[in-house]
Structures are given as C-alpha cells and as structure tokens.
C-alpha cells in the first residue's frame, strides 16, 4: 500500500550504508513500523524484530507480516469451505480469499458511510469507493470477525486475512495515495471489482515481538542492536491520512464528521509532527534506548533542522550522515504523467558510546 515515508524502495540502500560501517546485528526495533517494510525487509536478513506504531491498521500489518511465522496457514478453515471447481490454488490463503471474494454482499459501515448510494443524503456524497465495493468490503471484513469470534481461525489467521483486506483494499480506493480527501470522479482502477490479494507470509525462525502504542513508553523495556527510527518529518499527522484504513482495520463503527467523514486521532498524534517538540522527542529515544546502534531516517525538508538533529545525537556517541536522492511521495498525480521530483534522503547513523 501507498504510504507517507513508505521506505520499500531504500530498504537495499539502508542495509548497504549499515554495512559499508561494518553494522551488524542479531535483532532491530522498528520504533515507527508504519506499513512494516523495513521490518519485512530485516526478518528477511534474520533478524529478530520488535515493531511498534500509534496506528491499529500497522499493527495489523505487524501481526500478519512480523509477528506471525506460520507460512502455511488455515490448515483447517480451508478443508471446511465449499470446493470451487475448475480452479486451481496453490496454497490454503488463496482458498480462503477465494472464498471471501465471491461472499454475498453487505451494506454495513463502509457502504453506509464511504459510498455515494450509502452517502446520498449528504451534501457531497462520499465516494471513497464503489458501492459495489463498498458493500463487498464489509461482506469480507464481518466474515473475517464473524469466523475469529467462532474460532474458526488463529489469531495469527485472523490478522492475515485482515492485512489481506488492507493491502487489497488500496488498490481500489478512489484517492491519490492518501485517504485525507476522495477524487470528485471515478479513478478508473476504483470502478473495478476488488479481488483480494494474498500476502507474502515469512518464518525467521525467531522470537519477534510487536506493539500498538507509543514506541516512547517502551524505551525501558525493549534491548535491540539496532534502533530504526523513520519518524513523521512534517506537521501533517499520519493519522487523517489513513482515517479510512484504521476503520476498516477496527471495525469499531466509530463517529465520524466532515465532508470526508474522518474518524477522532486525538490520542493518535505524533510529537514529531509538531517543530517545538520533534527533537525533545527524538534526544528522549536516543538517551534512553537499550541499542548499539540508532538509525534515523529522516530527509532535507523534515521540521527539525540537520544541524540540530546532528547536535542531538552527538551527545550520545559517534554520528554520521548519509544522503541520497529520493522521488517525493507524490499523493496527487491519479496516474498523470508529471515531472519528477527528487528530495534528499538522509540517513543519520548514531554509534551509541
């Protein structure tokens, strides 16, 4: 899924650099997890992962992708579906996606509230996505909730197929990357049927550990080789950004206001996303984490300055900076070709005294 500082496309550069300084380790705290790519991307390498985010949706992502070992799930579930004929599946996920895609449909909150037949009432009906999508959405996601509270599925079964659902969902969502505000006409990929995809399920063999708080209160708790910070680095907030996705994530029918019907963040704001407490945050992680080593990602037009980011960290040990060219995340461009625009990704390497 598109994502505000999504780092799939650095993850090589990233381990690269910590290489070239001869950084090594046996386990890392994604203290931002966000989408988890980083993490995906460091399990992959062996690594032991402790992740941790505000948001319900990344902690979805972070059962599914990083908690979970299990590649081969719904062992049982699937065995207990009705046989489609003539298809073929290659593993017991597609069969249960399979059977989510083809459910019957159900007007519930998604529909209701994120859909211009559900909306038509409202002065500017929302068109978030389809109504056939809409419905189809909350088909899948009470059926998911329906078979975890039968004890049909895992838990580890559970947040797959709901991170499922949340990557699928993305691709058919009528706005420009971001859920902040919806196209006024239909983006021609939101208009298809959405077909659930399957995840890409990873066994490191290890012990990961994840969280859905304020990575800040877990300082005391969690000991890594490497601390890999990718905070927010402007003042717009994640959160009313992904409003749409932590809703269909907890399916808590939450109150809603606004043209784009967005759902309350208070308790869900960063201190990074404010210039008067960014660094103050960023001095507490360094001073008080258990690592060896602090990487933070952060780039050339973030709220805190380069110099004070250098001063901060210098405090606590040896510093270096690293910087290469980065397109900008682009939330706007609904497929027009437009003119590429690079920014500089800085990568701040802090080797704890």
């Known amino acids: 899924m598109r994502y505000i500082g999504n780092k799939e496309n650095l993850c ?33 390498k062996g690594y032991q992962i402790t992740t941790s985010d505000l948001m319900y949706f990344s902690y979805v992502l972070q059962k599914a992708y990083i908690a979970n070992n299990n590649t081969h799930p719904f062992s049982t579930l699937a065995t207990e579906l009705p046989h489609t004929p003539h298809k073929l599946f290659t593993s017991n996920l597609e069969v249960v996606l399979s059977f989510l895609d083809n459910i019957f449909p159900v007007e519930g909150f998604i529909f209701q509230n994120y859909t211009p037949e559900g909306t038509a009432h409202l002065p500017t009906p929302r068109m978030y996505f389809s109504n056939e999508n809409g419905r189809k959405i909350d088909a899948i996601r009470q059926q998911i909730e329906l078979w975890h509270q039968k004890n049909k599925i895992t838990e580890n079964e559970y947040f797959v197929l709901l991170a499922c659902l949340i990557e699928s969902v993305s691709f058919y969502a009528n706005v420009a990357g971001i859920y902040a505000a919806f196209h006024k006409k239909w983006d021609p990929r939101a208009v298809k049927p959405l077909t659930l995809r399957p995840i890409k399920l990873l066994n490191n063999h290890k012990e990961n550990q994840v969280h859905n708080t304020d990575s800040v ?14 905070p927010p680095y402007n003042a717009r907030q994640y959160a009313p950004n992904y409003h749409l996705i932590e809703t269909i994530a ?3 029918n939450p109150s809603i206001k606004g043209v784009t019907g967005m759902r309350n963040y208070t308790e869900q704001k960063s201190l990074f996303c404010n210039p008067n407490t960014a660094l103050e ?27 004070a980011i250098i001063q901060t960290l210098s405090q606590y040990g040896k510093v270096t900076l690293t910087q290469f060219d980065y397109q900008r995340f682009k939330s706007n461009n609904n497929g027009e070709s437009q003119t590429k625009k690079y920014i500089q990704e800085q990568l701040y390497i802090l080797k704890h005294q």
């Open 12 to 44: 090589d550069k990233i381990h690269y650099t910590l290489l070239s300084q001869q950084i090594q380790g046996e386990s890392l705290f994604d203290v931002f997890a966000g989408t988890t790519s980083v993490s995906q991307y460091f399990k992959h």
């Open 217 to 230: 209160t877990l300082l005391n708790k969690i000991e890594a080789d490497i601390f890999y910070l990718d």
């Open 250 to 252: 907890k399916y808590d």
């Open 281 to 307: 945050e960023l001095d507490k992680i360094a001073q008080q984490g258990k690592y060896k080593t602090l990487v933070l990602s952060y780039n050339s037009e973030g709220i805190m300055p380069q110099e």
